[in-house]
Each structure stands twice: as C-alpha cells, then as structure tokens.
C-alpha cells in the first residue's frame, strides 16, 4: 500500500512507473481525496480545540453548555465523514500496484524476462522423453484419476513411492533452511482472515483465486501461499532494527482457484488447486532488501542445486509481476517431456509495500519508526519439485531414479517401472 503523499510527491513520474505495471493512476481524483480528507481532519481538530476550552472553561453558563454540546455532535458528524472519506481513499489506495523497480524490464508477459544465469545441462536422454503425468500414472505413484473422483479437476492423489517422495521433499527443503540458512521454521494455520489477506495484497484485487468459507458465521480464507500468514504474523508490530534480518520458513498445503488459467496446464501436477510448499520469508531495512532478495534467491536456487534439477534463473517484466512486488526473480526448471523451462520458484522483492498494509515497522538506534521491507519466495513447492524429478531422473525403461540427496529421506535411491520403490 503506498503513502497517498509519496505518489502525489512523485507525480508524473509515479504515473510513469505504474503506466509500466498496466495501471493507470488518477492523480487528479487522488489529490482531490487527500484534500478531502485533510479538510474534514482540520474541521474537527479545531472543534476538539473548542471543546477543551468549553470544558476548562466550565461554569453554569446555559448557553457555554448549549454550545459544548453543538459541539460534540458535531465532531462525532465529522468522525462519520472522516471514516467514509477515509474508505473511499482506502479503497483506491489497496487497489494500486507496487511501483516496480529501475532494473526491471517493461513489457507483460514471460517473453519479456531477462535470462539471469542458467545452471545444470538438461539432461541429453537418449530416448524420447515423457510427461510426468504419463510416467506418474504408469508406475502408479500418481493416480490423477481417483483424485479427480475426489474433488474434480486440478486436484492429484500421490501413492506408495510417490507419496513417500512428497514427504521426502518437504522434510529435505525444511532441513536446508533451518540447518543451513538459518532460517526459523513455523507452523501456521491454513484458514486466516481478510485483514491477514490484505495485508500481504491477496484482497482486494485476487478475491476471484481465494478459496473463502463462512462456516460456523466467520469468513476465512485459505492460504494461497504461507507468505501470508508468515509475513502477517509481525502485522501490527513494531520492530527493533538491530533484530534484522528475520527469516522464516514453513511448509504448508497451499489453495488457489487458479481463476485466470481456464484450460492452460491441465495435464498433470503443474497447476494445482491444492498444493503443498515450503516458503521463505525475509524482513529486514528497506535499503538492505535488494542485497536480501539475492540472498533468497541463492537460497531457492540451492534447493535445486543440492537435486541436480537443471534450471534457470529470469527477470520478469514489469506488468508481469506479482501485485505486491517491486522486483521479482523467476526460477524455471527445465521439463524434458514438455522440452521448456517453466517456473518453479518466484522470489519477490516488495520493499515495504505489504509492511504499509499490515502495519510492520521497525525502530531505529535513533528511535524512528518506518515500514520494514519484506521478500517472499518458494524454496520449493512440493509437487511441481516432484515433477521436475520424475522427468529429469525418468529412465528408459518407465523407471525413476531419485537423487542422491533425497536417499536419507526417502529410503530408497529408485522407483521400478511398476512403482516398488529399491
């Protein structure tokens, strides 16, 4: 959520940067309801001054008191109009997009990306390579069939080997943050509120990809991603500076109604409307945020290392970022059944546009109080990780091998054209 005076600071150039993002800021109508509600504060502060000198002033004066009740209604009259001109403000405000950063390209869609780096070389099979749905469902360690029976489409259902491998995964990605990057990990509730939603940018403007419930008469919405209740655990807070960095971590199940990809991805477990993930979480200074998405990022890009998953790093493109973000560093592991990267891991970059809205600041040695900025990203979501796997490590004959690095956490090193795990 951005300072209504830092846009109008900016002006032309505010207009500019969210015209990159595919928005279109109204400065006129803006200023117009800053004034408003700047005249409506004024109003009443002058008649809160009246009314502390009405009341020192005391006495039996009929017409004192007349006029220190006048007064009253009609600052509590103004407390209304302040509260509508405030949501009104409000309402626009949470609508706007995060301004996105200098070094990140125009453009709306993946084909503007800058290509960072790559690491790994795709696997040269020396057969045609399959989908992972065709290779999951002929061992048996996916069954997309039951899943769908279940709850319909976009859901999947992972057996023996594949179930273990799913395990395997989460618990593996876990352990990496918390030994290695020293990471915090949590365990957060799945159902939060419209405000924990807001705060993080999920609401207003993806309310169509929520999944939402009024049961037992409280609204609640699942979690799209554990960024929102990680983040929002410190909504409200005021931080001590010299207790950042923090960085957390959890793995959640995650539900997205997946509302503006009808038809894209429906074969196998890349989109999903249920879906489990571990997920990073950092807070730190504003100036510190860019060298502290690096940093996530490395510790993303590790997890795939640590596989031996080839992937690649991009840049995305302005009006293809996510609402909240201000730079964003997509990963893509490289699909050999489809012959193409595709993503993996976002990891975001949103200055201290999400701590506006939930109110997350931090105090200075100077005893200043300012937003702390927030990165988010994946580190890595369980099922499109298992994917890569399975057609990466596929072999020729409808078998699987599982990467080393899992052998500790899985128990076994290969999954048999029928699905035994060995």
């Known amino acids: 959520m951005h300072d209504p005076h830092t846009l109008l600071d900016l002006g032309d150039e505010a207009q500019a940067q969210l015209a990159r993002r595919r928005y279109r800021l109204d400065l006129v109508a803006l200023r117009d309801q800053v004034r408003r509600r700047r005249e409506v504060i004024d109003v009443a502060d002058k008649l809160r001054g009246e009314a502390n000198r009405l009341a020192k002033e005391g006495g039996r004066d009929p017409e004192a008191r007349a006029r220190a009740q006048e007064v009253k209604g009609q600052i509590r009259q103004l407390e209304g109009q302040l509260r509508l001109v405030e949501d009104e403000l409000n309402e626009v405000l949470l609508a706007i997009p995060n301004l996105p950063a200098e070094d990140v390209p125009d453009g709306d869609s993946e084909e503007f990306a800058i290509e960072i780096s790559r690491s790994g070389e795709p696997p040269a099979l020396p057969f045609e390579a399959r989908h992972h749905a065709d290779i999951g469902e002929a061992t048996g360690i996916l069954d997309l069939a039951r899943a769908s029976k279940l709850s319909g489409a976009r859901f999947s259902v992972a057996r023996g080997a594949g179930a273990a491998l799913e395990r395997a995964l989460a618990a593996f990605f876990v352990d990496l943050h918390v030994r290695e990057h020293g990471y915090v990990e949590y365990s957060v509730p799945s159902l939060v509120t419209r405000q924990t939603m807001t705060g993080t940018g999920q609401l207003p403007k993806f309310a169509e990809d929520l999944f939402r419930t009024e049961v037992g008469g409280r609204e609640l919405f699942l979690i799209p991603t554990a960024e929102v209740p990680l983040t929002n655990l410190f909504a409200g807070d005021l931080l001590d500076a010299a207790d950042l960095p923090l960085a957390l971590t959890a793995h959640t199940r995650c539900f997205r109604a997946e509302a503006g990809s009808y038809g894209r991805d429906t074969r196998g477990i890349l989109r999903l409307h249920e879906f489990g993930k571990v997920e990073l979480v950092r807070l730190c200074r504003p100036e510190e945020s860019r060298n502290e998405l690096a940093i996530l990022l490395g510790h993303a890009e590790q997890c ?44 975001s970059d949103c200055g201290t546009f999400q701590a506006r809205r939930a ?6 040695r100077d005893g200043r109080k300012s937003p702390v900025a927030t990165l988010n990203g994946s580190g890595l979501p369980i099922g499109r990780t298992m994917m890569a796997i399975i057609e990466q490590y596929q072999r020729a004959d409808g078998g699987v091998d599982i990467p080393p690095a899992l052998w500790p956490y899985t128990g076994f090193q290969s999954i048999d054209p029928d699905g035994a795990p060995r």
Request: with cysteine; hydrophobic share 45%.
């Open 359 to 364: 109110r997350i600041r931090l105090r200075d």
């Open 304 to 347: 795939l290392t640590k596989l031996g998953l080839a992937y690649r790093v991009v840049l995305l493109a302005a009006a293809d970022m996510g609402f909240s973000a201000r730079a964003t560093y997509d990963i893509e592991v490289w699909l050999p059944g489809q012959g193409r990267y595709r993503e993996i891991s976002s990891c």
